[in-house]
Every structure is written in structure tokens, then in C-alpha cells.
């Protein structure tokens, strides 16, 4: 090394000087860049993790709720504002009432679309067995076509599942004619038969586009959810019957003279029957959203607008997402959120959702109501940001876990 430097022309030597000098810093500060991902991990109890995610390739803003099921005594329910099929509320507020009623409530996030005007959510639901909504297609203004959305649900063994569930049911007279019934607390269509319980309301409906309406009301028998005998106790006209606690009301709309329903009177039986295709039977929880983003390990939200009738500005835009979905064995369910339209957390179109949720280990996952619906409640703090700048927005429903108490 002397023997180079003692021969080296001085000008060449200050010129390697300089280059040295110049290259080392460079390499120095790529070395000690901050990785584009940083997560926060807290371990909110046993079976339960919280991670927070920031991600500067979006930028983007993420919080997740890992919920490892076999976990004893956990369980994801769903709940309606107000406990009715109508109004809004803040998925805080939905939380905090529950824990108010004695349910342990871990973590929350919001579900389904939404009537802005009503609340009502667009999609099936179902809350700890009772079905507060039951529907044959998605009532939804924004479809670009007719159709019946993803939901997802727990079955009574605690298994999840994820599908386009369409309400099915009927009714069986004692004699045994058996007639289907088309809706639970849906919007009554021309010649149909709607079941009410008290999710609905205090009264059936009497806006009803001047159909005829006759209505039985339904004292069950039994407390099967699903399968349930009931004597009719009175008989009435026109709409607007009295949904007592604990009874039932089926209506008949512009029925024919001919229909059984027109020559039921009181004291007979008959077996209401309530189910939802494709199986499995006996679901303790059902819930909407719009679209499915991950199908059996794959991401699908590019053909979302195909499948499910989202449209380009919904499903190709960069916004506030939540959603849920489980692991390929079923064991693990996530409640994510994405935070969007800030400058931290400019949101995800729902190719990205999807493969944020395929790199979480999700294998079939779906996405909620987002925009300024998007929170994310952990232990009754809400963990994310939410878009309007009015803050949390009320909402028709959510999805709970909760810790039961045995």
C-alpha cells in the first residue's frame, strides 16, 4: 500500500479522497433507511392480538384484530343499532350498550351498507340465532345489477363461513301444505308472505302500495329459532298489526281467495321454518357486506364489478376499507381496517385490500361498508381514524367479539 501511494501522482490521490469520501455517507444512509413496514403488536388477552400497521409504500394506516377461535369462550356476534332494524348508531356506541348489558365485549368494527335515510342494513342478518333480516336479494341502490351480496357468519359449533346466503323459508299448516315465505322484516313484494318478529318493530307496515293485507299473529311454542311451531292467536286486516314481545306476525300480501293464509283461523298450528342457502343450517350469526375479495386463497376483487355488481369509482378507488375474513383452516378470524382520505393513509382499492388480506393469512375474506363508515373498537377505544371530520359515523350494524362468560 506505501509503495502505491508513494507512486501515485497526487492529483489521482486527491481525487480517490474525494470520491471515498463522497460514496461513504451515501452508503451509510441507505443502510440506516427506515423499513417501508413498521407493526405494533399488543397482545389484548389470550387468543387476542391487536396490530397496528403502517405501511409508507400507500401510505397506508392498518389495524387488525387476529382472533384465534379455539380460544375458549371467544365469540363474534353481530348486532343491530338500537337492537332494531331501523335507526343508526355509533359502532362505539353499540359496543358500550352491550358491555352495559352484561356482554364482554373485546373489539368491534362496522359491517354492512346502509339506508343514510333509515339505516336499515341492505343485506341478510343475524344476531345470536334470531333473525333480524332475511332477504332473496340485496337492497341495494348502487347494484350496477340485481343481485345477492357476500355475508359472513358463524355457525352454532363456532365454525366461520363466507358466502352469497339467500333467505329461504316456509311455512307448514297442520295439514301439511307448506308455503314459502319470501322474507324476514323485508320490504313486502307483490303476493308475498313476510315474516315479522320484534327486530322490526312494534308494528308491521302499513305504507304497503295499497296491497290487500291479511296478518296472523303467531304465539310459538317452542324457543327453536329456527324451526317453530306457533298457534295463531287473532286474525287482522289491512296492516299495521302489533308485533307483541316474543310473538310473531306473518303478512300475506294481495294473496288469492284461494290461499291457505285466507282460511287459517285462530287455534291452528302450523311450523314456521327459517333457513338460508347454501347451508350450513343453524347459523348463529350472519352479517353483510360488499364484495368478496378472497376466494379459497385467491384474490377476486378485480372481478368484483362482474361478480357482485360494484362499479369502477367503488371498487378501483382509494378508500377507507373494512373487512373480515378467516384462515384456511378456520381457526383465525381478522377484523381489519384501512385507513383513508388523509394524507397518513390515502386508502386502498379492493385489489389492494385483498392482498393485504392475503398477506395476513387470510384465505376467504370479504369486504364491509368503508368510507367515513370505517372503526375499529378495541377494548372501547376506538383504534383507527375515522374519515369524517365529524368523526365516528353511525351506522346500521356491526361485528363484535366478545368473551363469554362460560
Known amino acids: 500500500m506505501m509503495t502505491f501511494i508513494r507512486h501515485t501522482p497526487r492529483t489521482v490521490l486527491l481525487l480517490i479522497f474525494f470520491a471515498v469520501s463522497f460514496e461513504l455517507p451515501r452508503l451509510t444512509a441507505r443502510q440506516i433507511d427506515p423499513p417501508p413496514i413498521t407493526t405494533t403488536v399488543n397482545n389484548i388477552r389470550p ?3 391487536h396490530k397496528r400497521i403502517v405501511d409508507e409504500r400507500g401510505p397506508w394506516i392498518i389495524n387488525l384484530v387476529e382472533i384465534d377461535l379455539p380460544y375458549h369462550n371467544l365469540d363474534i356476534v353481530s348486532a343491530r343499532a338500537m337492537d332494531r332494524l331501523f335507526g343508526r348508531e355509533r359502532t362505539s356506541s353499540i359496543a358500550e350498550r352491550l358491555k352495559a348489558k352484561g356482554r364482554s365485549v373485546i373489539a368491534a368494527i362496522n359491517a ?14 343475524i344476531a345470536d340465532g334470531v ?30 363461513v ?13 295439514n301439511g301444505h307448506r308455503i314459502e315465505i319470501h322474507g324476514v322484516n323485508d320490504v313486502p ?15 308491521t307496515p302499513t305504507d304497503t302500495l295499497r296491497m290487500e293485507i291479511r296478518e296472523l299473529d303467531l304465539s310459538p311454542l317452542s324457543a327453536d329459532l329456527d324451526t317453530i311451531p306457533a298457534v295463531v292467536t287473532s286474525i287482522a286486516q289491512g296492516g299495521g298489526m302489533t308485533i307483541r314481545p316474543n310473538s310473531l306476525v306473518l303478512s300475506g300480501y294481495n294473496l288469492p281467495s284461494s290461499h291457505i293464509l285466507t282460511k287459517t283461523v285462530p287455534g291452528d298450528t302450523l311450523t314456521i321454518i327459517l333457513g338460508f342457502a347454501p ?23 378485480h372481478v368484483a364489478d362482474s361478480l357482485e355488481g360494484t362499479f369502477p369509482r367503488f371498487s378501483a378507488g382509494r378508500h377507507p ?8 383452516d378456520s381457526t383465525k378470524v381478522y377484523f381489519v381496517v384501512v385507513d383513508g382520505r388523509q394524507q397518513e393513509s390515502v386508502g386502498m382499492t379492493l385489489v ?14 370479504m369486504n364491509f361498508d368503508g368510507g367515513g363508515s370505517t372503526t375499529l373498537v378495541v377494548n372501547g377505544a376506538i383504534v383507527n381514524s375515522p374519515s369524517d371530520a365529524t368523526g365516528e359515523r353511525p351506522v346500521g350494524n356491526c361485528l363484535l367479539l366478545i368473551h363469554r362468560s362460560q
Open 189 to 203: 313484494k307483490s303476493t308475498s308472505l313476510v315474516l315479522h318478529n320484534s327486530q322490526y318493530g312494534s308494528r
Open 112 to 125: 354492512d351498507f346502509f339506508s343514510l335515510r333509515t339505516g336499515e342494513n341492505e343485506n341478510n342478518q
Open 162 to 174: 363466507l358466502d352469497r346466503f339467500e333467505f329461504s323459508g316456509s311455512v307448514r299448516w297442520h
Open 131 to 160: 333473525v333480524v333480516k332475511g332477504t332473496k336479494k340485496t337492497g341495494s341502490p348502487f347494484d350496477t345489477f340485481d343481485n345477492i351480496h357476500s355475508q359472513f357468519g358463524l355457525t352454532w359449533m363456532g365454525k366461520p
Open 279 to 301: 347451508g350450513p343450517a343453524h347459523l348463529k350469526t350472519l352479517i353483510g357486506g360488499w364484495p368478496r375479495i378472497v376466494r379459497d386463497g385467491m384474490n377476486v376483487g
Open 352 to 365: 389492494e385490500f385483498g392482498d393485504l388480506m392475503l398477506s395476513l393469512g387470510i384465505f376467504q375474506g
Open 321 to 328: 376499507r373494512s373487512g373480515v375474513g378467516f384462515a384456511k
Open 47 to 49: 387468543g387476542v392480538v
